[in-house]
């Protein structure tokens, strides 16, 4: 992050969402709105940037989801791919993109790359030869992991997926998980069989790690950093590369026919084809072409906490098992859950909002994304009630921005539009403010939620200021400043203002001493706030002990 020159390349890549269903608030409020408002922020600063991620189609969480609807995986993963669509696009998550698309399409040649990118490692011999205890359903015949499989957490005990436990984040594979049982049908029989695969011994590359987690965790956040020295604490599991399967993309070795490639082995593959992909699509480049080392981008991984060792760890490993190919992430930025109401957002038991659901009736997507960036998750669980979205927005956006906006214009009424004094205090606060905001987007303390906390008090500043008669000057300067450093959170607002003239540029050049007036551009009121005085709050939804059948939201 930022660390290297204006002109190096970035890729931010999200967590591949899950094609089992929408994308609901708590996912919005991880990797898409953070990455989202990241990619902003460096576009505005001149940074080549390519923000993506795609569709995880081949995972089991599809295959289960899609059982439980009585549809086909196929149905339902391009009816939700259509409706993650529908909600980046409703809250402006703005992908790289050189189609009309936002998504990648997941098709012929994002298999093709995820066989060229499992063929290189088996070419290079490293992969090997490994008997496993996969879990088995004896009535459907189907091999159990990932989201098929349901049971107790080796480590903590919570209940579990197979692959990895979303509360403790510790991995699981085979048959480590207790008391192992079918997702579709928790009473059906299931044993224990015996299968030849090809996995990654992720054991083999311990140095590495360990050299390369020195140099990159004083980056991370506390929770994560835990939990991948925690991992590298005890001996490595091997990464299953392939498994028996009849969903995903079918693994090309001679020593494991009618095999597929494991799905989480797919995601670097087909995140370097998204980001071919979302630059244009050269028929002449190989999919993995920006990601090459000599290319030189830096790159930044957005994942949620139970993601860590896929996306930390077994991610990594697929990378250094290329040999020097590929550039390695600079950072993980690890969100921790967002929960509704104080109980963990839910799929099968409908405790969930949409993205879409909350602009349909009528939030700004302005106020909405302002009212995440102030409580997204980063460093512990935090909560999402429609009443704070009413009142926190009205008191620290909405209403002080139009009071200062009034403010402005009533100091410029009369006014012929000729450029104003800004006074060196006015510079001083404004230079103040571009430090704090900055620092927020530095690898060292990545946040968010301090940048739009920062804006909020500048806002208050602001219009204390303007309350205290301060010259007009001063106040632009401080509102272009606020309209600039909002711009990567507040879109709309900041579209108007881009339509209107304003230059909203984050050079680091000095703050100029006069300033060519403008008027502050509204911001839409939010319905919610005139109902939540007498709305009552919604009842929280009763968190009881999770039953180890509980379908899992998919991941994100
Ligand atoms: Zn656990």
């Not at 930022?2 to 967590?15: C, E, H």
């Not at 930390?312 to 509704?340: M, Q």
């Not at 300033?515 to 551009?521: D, G, K, S, V, Y």
Request: include cysteine; charge should be negative; aromatic fraction near 6%.
């Amino acid at each position: 992050m930022s660390d290297g020159a204006v002109n190096q390349p970035r890729i931010l890549i999200a967590a591949t969402p899950t094609p089992n269903g929408d994308l609901h608030v708590g996912h919005l409020a991880g990797p898409y709105l953070v990455g989202d408002i990241y990619a902003r922020y460096l576009r505005a600063t001149g940074a080549p940037v390519t923000w993506t991620t795609i569709t995880d189609d081949s995972q089991t969480y599809v295959v289960a989801s899609a059982a439980r609807k009585g549809t086909t995986p196929a149905r339902l993963a391009a009816d939700s791919t259509a409706a993650i669509e529908r909600t980046l696009r409703g809250v402006a998550i703005e992908l790289t993109s050189s189609s009309e698309q936002l998504l990648p399409p997941v098709d012929a040649r994002c298999r093709e790359a995820v066989t060229e990118f499992v063929t290189a490692l088996h070419a290079a011999g490293r992969l090997r030869e490994r008997t496993v205890r996969l879990p088995y359903a004896e009535h459907s015949g189907l091999h159990l992991y990932d989201g098929l499989l349901t049971g107790g957490c080796p480590a903590c005990g919570a209940g579990s997926n197979g692959g990895a436990c979303e509360d403790c984040g510790t991995p699981n594979n085979y048959d480590e998980l207790r008391d192992p049982r079918c997702t579709l049908d928790p009473q059906e029989p299931v044993s224990v069989r015996e299968e030849r695969i090809l996995v990654l011994p992720m054991e083999e590359y311990r140095a590495e790690l360990e050299a390369y987690f020195a140099e990159v965790t004083p980056r991370w956040r506390p929770h994560p950093k835990q939990l991948i020295e925690q991992l590298l604490s005890r001996p490595l599991p091997d990464v299953p590369v392939t498994v028996p399967g009849r969903w995903g993309v079918p693994a090309p070795f001679p020593e494991t026919p009618g095999q597929i490639v494991y799905p989480w082995v797919e995601a670097m593959a087909a995140s370097m084809y998204a980001t071919w992909w979302a630059n244009g699509q050269d028929p002449a480049l190989p999919y993995d072409h920006y990601w090459r080392a000599e290319q030189g981008a830096e790159l930044v991984l957005l994942h949620g906490f139970d993601n860590t060792y896929h996306w930390g760890l077994l991610d990594l490993v697929l990378l250094l098992a290329h040999g020097d190919r590929y550039i390695r992430p600079s950072v993980n930025v690890v969100n921790e859950f967002y929960e509704l109401e104080h109980a963990k957002f839910s799929t099968s038991r409908g405790h969930l909002i949409r993205g879409t659901e909350l602009i349909e009736e009528g939030v700004p997507r302005d106020v909405l994304r302002f009212y995440l960036a102030l409580t997204l998750p980063e460093q512990a669980r935090t909560n999402f009630t429609r009443a704070e979205l009413a009142l926190l927005t009205d008191r620290q956006l909405i209403a002080p921005w139009r009071e200062l906006g009034d403010a402005l214009d009533a100091a410029l009424a009369g006014h012929d539009g000729a450029p104003l004094p800004v006074s060196p205090a006015a510079q001083g606060r404004v230079a103040a403010l571009a430090a704090d905001l900055r620092g927020c987007f530095e690898p060292s303390g990545f946040s968010v939620a301090r940048a739009a906390a920062r804006l909020a008090e500048h806002l208050a500043e602001l219009r204390e200021q303007a309350a205290a008669g301060t010259g007009p000057g001063d106040l632009l300067a401080g509102a272009r400043a606020l309209l600039a450093w909002s711009a990567p959170i507040l879109v709309d607002t900041a579209e108007a203002a881009r339509a209107a003239g304003i230059d909203l540029a984050l050079d680091a050049g000095p703050v100029p001493d006069k300033i060519t007036p403008f008027r502050l551009p509204g911001l839409p009121s939010n319905p919610l706030a005139a109902t939540s005085a007498e709305a009552p709050v919604e009842a929280p939804v009763e968190t009881s002990v999770e039953s180890p059948v509980e379908e899992k939201d998919g991941r994100s």
